[in-house]
C-alpha cells in the first residue's frame, strides 16, 4: 500500500506565494515521473507541472516563469513553488506519482487527496 500525503494549501492574495508538498510512504521499489494537477470549479483537471527522476521538468503555459517543481528522492517528495499567484490559479491541486513497485517494472499512477488553492483579496 502506498500513500500520499498533499500540504501547503490556502488562502493567499494575489502576487502571493504559495509551496506544495506531496510526500509518498509505504512499500515501492522507486517513483518515476511526479506530477502536479489541478481542478478549478467546472473545469476539467489539467495538468500543471511534471518532473521526471532525470530532473527534466515541463510547465503548463499558464505557469511558466511563475512555478518551479523540484523533487527530493530521499523523501519521495515533490514540490510545487508558486509565486506570483492568480485569482485563475485557484484550484483544487492533485499531485501524481507513477510509483514502480517491486514485483511490476510498470509505473502505476496514483493521487494525492488534492489541496486547495485560493487567491483572492
Known amino acids: 500500500q502506498v500513500q500520499l500525503v498533499e500540504s501547503g494549501g490556502g488562502l493567499v492574495q494575489p502576487g502571493g506565494s504559495l509551496r506544495l508538498s506531496c510526500s509518498a510512504s509505504?512499500?515501492?521499489?522507486?517513483?518515476?515521473?511526479m506530477g502536479w494537477y489541478r481542478q478549478a470549479p467546472g473545469k476539467p483537471r489539467e495538468l500543471v507541472a511534471t518532473?521526471?527522476?532525470?530532473?527534466?521538468?515541463n510547465y503548463a503555459d499558464s505557469v511558466k516563469g511563475r512555478f518551479t517543481i523540484s523533487r527530493d528522492n530521499a523523501k519521495n517528495t515533490v514540490y510545487l513553488q508558486m509565486n506570483s499567484l492568480k485569482p485563475e490559479d485557484t484550484a483544487v491541486y492533485y499531485c501524481?506519482?507513477?510509483?514502480?513497485?517491486?514485483?511490476?517494472?510498470?509505473?502505476?499512477?496514483?493521487w494525492g487527496q488534492g489541496t486547495q488553492v485560493t487567491v483572492s483579496s
Open positions: 501524481n506519482l507513477d510509483i514502480i513497485f517491486y514485483n511490476s517494472p510498470r509505473p502505476n499512477s496514483r
Open positions: 509505504g512499500t515501492f521499489f522507486r517513483i518515476s515521473t
Open positions: 518532473i521526471t527522476s532525470g530532473g527534466s521538468t
